[in-house]
């Protein structure tokens, strides 16, 4: 029997520099725009590669996805394996790459056997799901053993941000032109989730120490952990982020715990100085 064959894009970030070298993942790559201005992202991509995209004063950059086209060339090349594939991609209100994905699997139809799941997710999050799904290939299980996997690990998912720019809240629709010139006139910091696959504003604070605290409640709120990771913008780290994990550490000690930058797809949401934690809740004993 083949080996069932893992997809996703490279709005994904994994928690081990190396994953990609370890299992034959297949990324399809986003492309940021601004203007005529490109950039190809990748799962390395640095955020010091886009800076120009957003420094440069024309239009604020945006993450397009791989197209119909491009996932139509994957699968015809991975199905020469003639094994299932399992395609696993940003949250479809981020992004329009599990709806291409999606569109794509159709042509296959009677084919191949292509699952295509919508990770509600970005970033690391996503990385955590295809990792998980990469594994369970490994070992050789069977496509639907990959699929309850995936979508067992989904609602365990959680992440928080915040971030010194309500522009990029302007820009994604959750907030008023004007709110954002406002609350960046104010100094408001907004602290951000991803729900159900959609970015939303939980609330505002008025300083960057009060945000960290936020920050940190929110880990206390998880009696048991899986992964815990800590996505910043800048390496190497800074001493207010090495205070975060030391402190995350504290509280989880024993618990995996990666520290990594976020890539550019990720920055057209939440700009270039964001800081934002991700948590996977261990599953309950007996499921």
Known sequence: ???????????ARFSTPDFLHRHPVTVA????????ATLTDDPHAELAAAQALFESGEEAPVAEPPSVAAFTEIYTQLQKDAGPIVSIHTSSLMTGTYENARQ??????????????????????LGLLVRAAAEAAAREAPVDDIVRIVRGMIPRLYTVFFLDDMAFLERNHLVSR???ILGNMLGVIPFLTIEDGRIVAMEKVRSRTRALEKLLEFVTEFSSIEHLALLHSQSPLTEETRQVVERLQGMHPGTPLSVLTYGPSLATFVGLNALGIVVLEAEEEGL
């Open 178 to 180: 004007s709110q954002a």
């Open 29 to 36: 790559p986003m492309t940021l725009r601004s203007g005529a």
């Open 1 to 11: 029997m083949a080996r069932v064959r893992i997809v996703t894009d490279s709005a």
């Open 104 to 125: 794509a699997s159709q042509l296959f139809l009677g084919r191949s056997n292509i699952q295509v799941i919508d990770s509600q997710a970005v970033s690391l999050g």
